[in-house]
């Protein structure tokens, strides 16, 4: 009887796993491989020949028209929930909430707390607040508690090998975590990330690696699975993407209206400050040099911010102006500062129906 259970086991996972060694691209990335970073070919088509194809992970890079519809599976009540929130809170509020709330505040504070030393050695040799980093830390992977479940050479070879629309990026990342396991030592399949394949408590993907991660504890590797190294490779991140010491992030302003829809807005377009009539920062900000307008999509109104250099370095980590807020009002948040703005537009938002605070003067 435990027989047939194992050959039953067995033959679902084999049904699972695919063998790409006979795939077309799966031989190309074996010849580099074994010409360029020190695999046998033997070895690499062991690696290859069982591949657990993850269905969920391509998914997410197949384009929306092409996929098989999905089943419905919330109750009723759910879909009912999800609607309500869609249209209580505006798109940044939706985001804000998953990323800005008051449970990764307070683990951020812990975070920073537990690894005092490490942050304030990292701040004073790379020159970014600690309270940044450990934003990073916490949306990327909720400081270290979810750093992914997906097996990460299995999710990179679906992703390079499967139909999606970024075969050339994944199959890259592949050849460069396969080259990593050698130089770094160890074994590719016992490696753990997200659906993407990022890496760590940063969540790095594998190119990354090298130019960016450090080793910080000096155990001779650089592991983004531990804090001190991963907070000291986002640092890194940031100071070798043009972080400047010292410089400030965004600040909120103020514009006529509820709704910005003059100019164009958005990490990619940058403005002198002098072209920005009637547009000024809600209380002095000690900034001369361009700035991005950052549109915050309320229920009611858009938030307008002002983005600096320093703005723009963190979506170099992501390519998100959402993202970046993100990171910045968790930054405020870790820094156990409050968030006067907030107060103030919560005590207007209650004395008047239309939102017409701080229009410009
Ligand atoms: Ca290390």
Redesign the pocket.
Known sequence: MIKIVWVFLFLCLAMDAKDYTYNAKTIKTINILVKKHHFSRAEANRLFRHVKVQKTALRAFIPLKQQTRRKETRTPEQIAKAKKIRNKYGSWGRYARLTVNHRRTQQGIAFIQKHRKVFDAVQKQYGVPKEYIAAIIGIESAYGQNVGKYPVFDTLSTLAFEKNRRNKFFNNQLIKFLALSKTENFNPKNVYGSYAGAIGLCQFMPSNYLPYGV?????????LQ?P??AIASVANYFKKNGWRTGEPVAIRVSYAGTRFNRLKTGYKYSYHRKNLKGISPIYFWDYDKKVRLIKLQKKSYDELWYGAKNFFVITRYNHSSYYAMAVHQLAQKNKGIPIIYENICDYYRQKRKRWTLFRSH
């Not at 910080?216 to 650089?222: C, E, K, Q, S, V």
């Open positions: 080793d910080f504890n000096r155990d001779g590797r650089i592991s531990n001190a190294d």
